[in-house]
């Protein structure tokens, strides 16, 4: 079994895909602006489903396709609907600072080769593959897009506002300054506190 424990460190760019000098990339693995591997099953809750895991900069993403969760053992208990509206691929989203633990589990006659993740909200996910190299492949890119060097790695940094976002400006929605003066602190009324801009390049510890 390996693991990693997500931390900051330095690594590679977090846009590059791993190397391994030992044998060719995988098939059906593709860049990580792209990557993705289709007929992995997650257990989630106890129950496993089928899907599609997409590896995107910032986002694990698992697409479950609304035949393969139709078909699940518990769907097939679950009564049908009166109506039959279209069904959406239901998505499962987990940002990469929300991960704490990552373990890789080879293949074993008890069960195939898969990842587990321990997440930060407390929430556990096992991912497994239908092959060992697809496993490796998926644990060494989450490793490498988990690990950022900075705050420049982070998704904040490469947000894309929405045309409804663009019309306003989230730095004058909310002035510090005036709330702070509007509890008293900068003014007469408290002249305990003042306010400082001695940290404005971040520069004190």
């Known amino acids: 079994m390996e693991y990693i424990r ?5 690594v590679s760019s977090i846009f590059a895909p791993p190397q391994e ?3 060719e990339p995988s098939t059906n693995i ?16 106890g129950q496993p489903t ?12 698992f697409r479950i396709d609304p035949e393969a969760e139709s078909s699940s053992p518990s769907a097939s208990r679950t ?3 009166q109506t039959k509206p279209v069904k959406r691929p239901r998505e499962i989203w987990i940002t990469y600072p929300i991960v704490s633990t990552l373990f ?16 930060r909200d407390f929430s556990f996910l096992t991912f497994q593959f239908k092959t060992e190299r697809e496993c490796r492949d998926v644990f060494e890119s989450i490793k490498a897009l988990a690990i950022v060097k900075g705050v420049e790695g982070l998704y904040a940094y490469s947000y894309a506002p ?13 002035d510090p300054r005036k709330e702070y003066e509007r509890m008293g602190i900068g003014t007469e009324r408290c002249k305990g506190w003042r306010i400082s801009k001695i940290n404005k390049d971040y520069a004190v510890g």
């Open 79 to 81: 009564p049908p609907p």
């Open 6 to 10: 997500v931390a900051k460190a330095c």
């Open 50 to 61: 089928v899907g599609t895991l997409h590896l995107t900069p910032h986002h694990l993403i």
């Open 104 to 119: 890789r589990h080879p293949a074993s006659a008890a069960s195939p080769a898969h990842l587990r993740l321990r997440n």
């Open 162 to 174: 929405g045309s409804i976002e663009k019309k306003f400006n989230g730095w004058k929605i909310y």
């Open 30 to 45: 593709e860049t990580p602006e792209d990557f993705k591997v289709e007929n992995v099953t997650i257990l989630h809750h």
């Open 21 to 23: 000098d030992t044998c």
